[in-house]
Nanobody
């Protein structure tokens, strides 16, 4: 069964950091591009970062310098480490799968999604 499961969300204080994990089952992450997206209440889903099948990495402008995406092939997991979190980063964070040729976080190019993990930045 093909599945993507996100974990690592929670409540963090402003200025804090968090590491989100996306674990796959039923397929090998190495064969696909895996992207991270987020959606805040009342807002459109937006891209955060992705790592392609060829290990090309893309970050959306608003997280450059604050995010690190990485793949652990042995664990079939992609992680997203976020630093300098602010209340504006509060959202549900999703990981998704696309063809290994995809190198940007265009949501319509990602065809399989996890259920999401909530990140809340609050003092």
């Amino acid at each position: 069964q093909v599945q993507l499961v996100e974990s690592g969300g929670g409540v963090v204080q402003p200025g804090g950091s968090l590491t989100l994990s996306c674990t796959a089952s039923g397929f090998a992450l190495d064969d696909y591009t895996i992207g991270w997206f987020r959606q805040a209440p009342g807002k459109k889903r937006e891209g955060v970062a992705c790592i392609s099948g060829g290990s090309k990495i893309f970050y959306d402008d608003f997280v450059k310098g604050r995010a690190t995406i990485a793949r652990d092939s042995a664990k079939n997991t992609v992680t997203l480490h976020l630093i300098g979190l602010q209340p504006a980063d509060t959202a549900v964070y999703y990981c998704a799968r696309a063809s290994s040729l995809v190198v940007v976080t265009e949501p319509t190019w990602f065809d399989f999604w996890g259920q999401g993990t909530q990140v809340t930045v609050s003092s």
